[in-house]
Nanobody, 123 residues
Framework: QVQLVESGGGLVQAGGSLRLSCAAS????????IGWFRQTPGKEREFVAA???????YYADSVKGRFTISRDNAKNTVNLQMNNLKPEDTAVYYC?????????????????WGQGTQVTVSS
């Protein structure tokens, strides 16, 4: 199937930056969308950003202008550049692959998920 592995999380101060990476392997040829979601304990999983196979990108209003989603040159990794981080960005960040027609911001429309990487932003 598809395996997704996130990396790049860590602890930073407010205003700092992190770059998350999502490495995909397996049968990825029919992937339509790669999305980033985040989740705080006790809260619902929240859409952050997504990139379609065409390169079209989408962002949650809360991260527009601060986060950038992109693919690397090898086209097997999706990155999330996170700038001007805020304490409210603290969460476990997950990447996910959507292989059926669906809605890019809806977690239930994604087929595969990574294990998550912790991002903690201190004030």
């Amino acid at each position: 199937q598809v395996q997704l592995v996130e990396s790049g999380g860590g602890l930073v101060q407010a205003g700092g930056s992190l770059r998350l990476s999502c490495a995909a392997s397996g049968r990825t040829f029919n992937t339509r969308v790669i999305g980033w979601f985040r989740q705080t304990p006790g809260k619902e999983r929240e859409f952050v950003a997504a990139i379609r196979w065409s390169g079209m990108t989408y962002y949650a209003d809360s991260v527009k202008g601060r986060f950038t989603i992109s693919r690397d040159n090898a086209k097997n990794t999706v990155n999330l550049q996170m700038n001007n981080l805020k304490p409210e960005d603290t969460a476990v960040y997950y990447c996910a692959a959507q292989q059926r027609v669906g809605t890019y911001y809806y977690p239930n429309d994604y087929d595969y998920w990574g294990q998550g990487t912790q991002v903690t932003v201190s004030s």
